[in-house]
């Protein structure tokens, strides 16, 4: 099993650009969520997703967009990058809303300049 | 929003040491879970708990859920090499909808005494 698959593992943006980082599972999990990692600041959660076509704002949403059209993938969008969204994002999913089934992807190192 | 503070925030290790850390927080938690982050990957899952008191053990690791449901600790006996990485504690309140999502703490970095 292939797990959460993350990509691309490292990216480097301009200001302004835009980009999309790609998660997707193979174990058909409904709840799917995006974290990023800051030095310090442990994990905090961006959007989730508790199904296909339903999606919902975390603790950090301001920047990024998302959208669930199938089980097993959850895209996230930067519309404009600004150097404060560099940092590391995870992926996760989980089949249970029960916090052991959470899996994570290996992540994607963005650094926006 | 909730927080979890977890401490100590580093700490260095001496081959077959015990080591201890702790979550607390403002809010009760119905779950409190342990992850080990490795450098360059995800945070992969070592322990959960779901019963205020419960004492649950997976190898050299023990944790427990506090009977407040406000905090938990993870201990690690007779520390190894591969020990060394980042730990966090996750708690997470009613299963599903947002309250069903994840609260981080912020890690504690265990690293090798030199």
């Known amino acids: 099993n292939a797990g959460v698959t993350q990509t691309p593992k490292f990216q480097v943006l301009k200001t302004g650009q835009s980009m999309t980082l790609q998660c997707a599972q193979d174990?058909?999990?409904?709840?799917m969520s995006w974290y990023r990692q800051d030095p310090g600041m442990g994990l905090r959660l961006i959007h989730y997703s508790v199904g296909a076509g339903i999606t919902d704002q975390g603790e950090v949403p301001n920047g990024y967009n998302v959208s669930r059209s199938t089980t097993e993938d959850f895209p996230l969008r930067l519309l404009s990058a600004a150097p404060s969204q560099t940092s590391v994002y995870f992926c996760a999913s989980s089949y249970s809303p029960r916090g052991y089934g959470y899996t994570f992807g290996s992540g994607t190192r963005l650094t926006v300049v | 929003g909730q927080q979890l503070n977890q401490s100590p925030q580093s700490m260095f290790i001496q081959e077959g040491e015990d080591v201890s850390m702790n979550c607390t927080s403002s809010?009760?938690?119905?779950?409190w879970l342990w992850y080990k982050q490795d450098p360059g990957e995800g945070p992969v899952l070592l322990i959960a708990?779901?019963?205020?008191?419960e004492l649950t053990s997976n190898g050299r690791l023990t944790a427990q859920f506090g009977i407040t449901r406000k905090d938990s600790f993870l201990n690690i006996s007779a520390s190894i090499p591969s020990d060394v990485g980042i730990y966090f504690c996750a708690g997470q309140g009613n299963y599903g909808g947002s309250q069903g999502n994840l609260i981080f703490g912020k890690g504690t970095k265990l690293s090798v005494k030199p």
């Open positions: 708990l779901y019963k205020a008191g």
């Open positions: 174990m058909n999990h409904e709840y």
């Open positions: 809010s009760i938690f119905n779950t």
